[in-house]
């Protein structure tokens, strides 16, 4: 198996404008399609304890994609961006603009050892911040909810509610816990001095699945799909140099 990346269409926009997914792959047959709707994740397929490919991604969940805080108009991740394919020697990757004055760049990089970077930085909106969707469910189907999460948090701002801290609540992820513990939606306030550990941490105890995110984010929104198929995790970002890397791996 070699590293690839290959595009195909994807349809249309309804003023006409044309879509592509681009599929990046390992030579350890980790699979990536990123479309360019929003440059959002449609489909994520990595291993379980024993080889088995899954895909962890729910790309039908609402709002999946890139965006910049506060939106400029309409939400870039309902919006078509420009993409060019990059190939190196250990790695593959798509780099993005979007359209408009803000002109945000986003880089995924896939590489060998099933790490996917995302770099991005928005040069006229360098004060904003820059966010990305995704939902997963790392058993790749069913339920999620016994699904294992660590927030290397120590406050949180629940929906609808205040900072808080999380010592002695349902909201303390600092250790593992079952996803459907969580009361609901929530802004986790990351620990500044998490080091290079992993930001959040989501397994799967059937299949050994195991997300990690790195992240230089100084919070992430987390919650539950509708039904609980899925969790959505948004990191968010400094527009002037935001980064992220999501590790597939398996226990």
Known sequence: MELS???EDAGHTAE?????????????????RLSTMGGSIACLRAPDRHG??????????????IHLLP?????????????VPLVEDASV????????????VATYVLDEANGLSLHCHAPAAAQATLSLRAAFNMAGEGDAGKQL?????GQVVPAGAHEQDVAGTAWDCRSARPAEELPGQARYLLDPDRGENAALRLSDPDSG?????FTNASSIRIGPGDPPTYFWLEPLMPASDGCLKLRCGAT
């Not at 108009?73 to 961006?81: D, N, V």
């Open 149 to 153: 999460m660590m927030v290397r948090a």
């Open 16 to 32: 006409g404008l044309p879509l592509y997914i681009f599929t990046l792959c390992n030579r350890h047959g980790m699979e990536v």
């Open 52 to 65: 088995r490919l899954a895909d962890v991604v729910h790309a039908e969940a609402p709002d999946c994609g």
């Open 71 to 83: 939106a400029p108009g309409r939400a870039l991740h309902r919006l078509p961006w420009h993409a």
């Open 93 to 104: 990757g798509l780099r993005l603009v979007s359209p408009g004055p803000q002109s945000v």
């Open 5 to 7: 990346i290959t595009q």
């Open 209 to 213: 699945r195991l997300l990690e995110i």
